[in-house]
């Protein structure tokens, strides 16, 4: 089946009792059983949930994968996925990851035994040399937040495999409808479905998907037994976002494409950071493993003045965190999502008090423009 | 209102922004509410609120539906029948995109159809109305009209001199849907205005007959009827400008010195959008309309060609068919945002038999294979939906018309409409094709 049709369809077949079209909002947090032992699968809220399932086989299968497992967040989507390893392990991950994943791994999950490497993954060979003897895992964004760097995932995937580690990718930013690391071979891929997922800026949540029965074994272990699940509500509400899942990334494509050729074509900014730009030192990288660029851009003003002339004068644009939905976003990186990564690593991989991060929306390209013309003079 | 923010982001001049920017922004800065600060509105789940003082709430009270008196800016709330936030945003990016001056929410699109019909006419009064319409608008007139002494007349008027055999000194409403449901007739809006307008000169205002128009099946995003002349325009929300198949609803856009009689309706009849359902419509229908009906209206434009191409078809009736009987009236009428033609998500055909039963046998068929077998197809009344949805008018939507009656209502018995969904095109056009060769 095509992207869309999955979309619109898989995981939801007419519910049963009435033919509802849409999946209902199964708002229980328990099961009644016809005799001891004797029960249709579904037991507690917590372990089960018809909607929560249909919402993570729907999402599964835009990711070409088998198995999806949804969380109340992003991170505690993590946080599952540190429930993989045990005391004593050691994870080789990206340096420039989302600043909540830095936050929850360097400085809480370091207090039960796991150690860290964060390291440049866009060059192969750093993750290479950060590989121990008790590496376990090796966990990848890309692009990431906000610098827009690519690592390469079929490389990355090849050394997982060589080594015997767990490959993980965060696809946040590509949405499934632009890049399946699954396909290229990675164990897990990680979403924040409050982002593109959702795209409405209405729902907080947080998915994993596998092929790998072992792990999808755990994680829905983990599901259960760490209790971070998703309501009902939010399960309907992502399921319903996933229909225009499709409509929305390709606007948000075309959009964000004009706006970066844009503020390039002009002098206001000192560096664009967008990967569908020839500029990018990643273009070739990009064009290869993902289908379209996505609808984030970062933008280096080159003083924290002028940044901050953008952030307080555009009108369409909301200052305000978060990314992905169908209305722009502009944010301030250092002081905001990434104000947990201390002021010398932030600096080390870009993140400048002069960086902007622009999360295109779906309105009209020559509006946004507009609006950041209107801001700049 | 007195936040800094708030002030600055007052000074917007939205006027100069395109229809796809406003769909997401409305008003960007509500005086119905200050949630200038939530990106997302909150859900305004409230049945009542609180007075602050007697003097405050009897104020509120007097104010209510009081609009030429009062003004209608920053509303005391006082209870959801009356009005609350959630759906006063809504009426006002409802009222915008359709071009009309105010727009009052109900519960559903009969909900919105009774409450202007109620509020244009009493007893004595007449309708004139299309042929084709909506089954349950057929019903509404039917079955509750008689009682109101309000006769309704139902002509062809595809051509718009039909007018002039049934209109008298009665006559106050002429009731339409264009493209019409479900044979997507267009009607010619701008000639009709035109013979509105010439009999309304020669009487005095209180008796002037007003256009209302269905825009469900076009939506605001293919055609604006206001600005083809149309007094009012209803939708069901529902359909595409819900768009996602959650949540029932219904709209009345319309002239400003409607608003208070239209309110003061929805009170005491109580048709009352659920606050539940305005958010949604407001927060992920409306601003992804635009992004819906271009995929929707592409994947029609190729199903309609295959399914005209196709040698078991009888006949498609769909406005883009440049050899559809309506197509050049179409092409005038129906234009979003940007000014490209926009024929609508919507296509009804007939597929080959001699005679209206075998038709009609030949058509349930078909629908039954489909329900039984195609993933992209569902047999289900509504339209507008995420889902391609199919249904047999004769004997579901449209099953108030007697068989007998059909034919003049425009209705084929083996007719089967389809309202396309989200789906890849390719998809769904296997599966009509698959569909086809069970035949």
Known sequence: ?377 | MSDKTTATKNKIDDSKYSMETHVIYGKHVTDKWDYSHHVTAPISSSTTFRLDSVERGAQGFQQFAQTEKFGDEAPIFIYDRLGEPNKDMLEENLAYIEKGEMAVTFASGMGAISAVLGVLTKSGDEIITHSTLYGCTISLFNNWYPRYNIPVHPIDLTDPNNFFKVVNDRTRVVYLESPANPNLDILNLTEIKKIVDDINKTRVESDHIKIVVDNTFATPFCQRPIELGADFVVHSLTKGIGGFGTDMGGVVVGPKKFRDMILLYRKDFGAVLNTKSAWAILTYGLPTLPLRQKQQIKSAMRIAEFLEAHPKIYFVNYPGLSSYKYHELAKKQMIDFNGNFAPGSMIYFTIKGDTAAERKSIGAKFMDYVADHAYTMTLAVSLGHTRTLIEHPASMTHSVVPPDQLEERGIDAGGVRIAIGLENTDDILMDLDEALKQL
């Open chain 1, 1 to 377: 089946m095509g992207f869309q049709t999955d979309a619109v369809h898989a995981g939801q077949k007419p519910e049963p009792l009435s033919g509802a079209i849409t999946i209902p909002i199964y708002q229980t947090s328990t099961y009644h059983q016809e005799e001891l032992g004797k029960h249709k699968g579904y037991e507690y809220g917590r372990t089960h949930n018809p909607t929560r399932e249909a919402m993570e086989k729907n999402i599964a299968t835009l990711e070409k994968g088998k198995y999806g497992i949804a969380y109340s967040s992003g991170l505690s989507s993590v946080q599952a996925l540190m429930g993989l390893l045990k005391q004593g392990d050691h994870v080789v991950i990206s340096n420039n990851v989302y600043g909540g994943t830095y936050r929850q791994l360097e400085l809480n999950m370091t207090n039960y035994g796991l150690s860290f490497s964060w390291v440049d993954t866009s060059d192969l060979k750093n993750i290479e040399d950060a590989i121990k003897e008790n590496t376990k895992m090796v966990f990848i964004e890309t692009p990431t937040n906000p610098m827009l760097n690519l690592t390469d995932i079929k490389g990355t995937v090849e050394i997982a495999k060589k080594n015997n580690l767990i490959s993980v990718v965060d696809n946040t930013f590509m949405s499934p409808y632009f890049q399946n690391p699954l396909i290229l071979g990675a164990d897990v891929v990680l979403h924040s479905t409050t982002k593109y997922i959702n795209g409405h800026c209405d729902v907080v949540g947080g998915i994993l998907i596998t092929n790998n029965e072992k792990i999808h074994e755990r994680l829905r272990y983990l599901q259960n037994a760490i209790g971070a699940v998703p309501s009902p509500f939010d399960c309907w509400l992502t399921l319903r976002s996933t229909k225009t899942l499709a409509l929305r990334m390709k606007q948000h494509n075309e959009n964000a494409i004009k706006i970066a050729e844009y503020l390039e074509s002009q002098s206001y900014a000192e560096r664009v950071i967008y990967p569908g730009l020839k500029s990018h030192p990643q273009h070739e990288l990009a064009k290869k493993q993902m289908t379209g660029f996505g609808g984030m851009i970062s933008v280096d003003f080159g003083t924290f003045e002028k940044a901050k002339k953008v952030l307080n004068r555009v009108k369409i644009f909301a200052l305000a965190e978060s990314l992905g939905g169908v209305e722009s976003l502009i944010c301030h990186p250092a002081s905001m999502t990434h104000a947990a990564v201390p002021k010398e690593e932030r600096e080390k991989i870009g993140i400048t008090d002069s960086l902007v991060r622009f999360s295109v929306g779906i309105e009209d390209a020559e509006d946004l423009i507009a609006d950041i013309e209107l801001a700049l003079k």
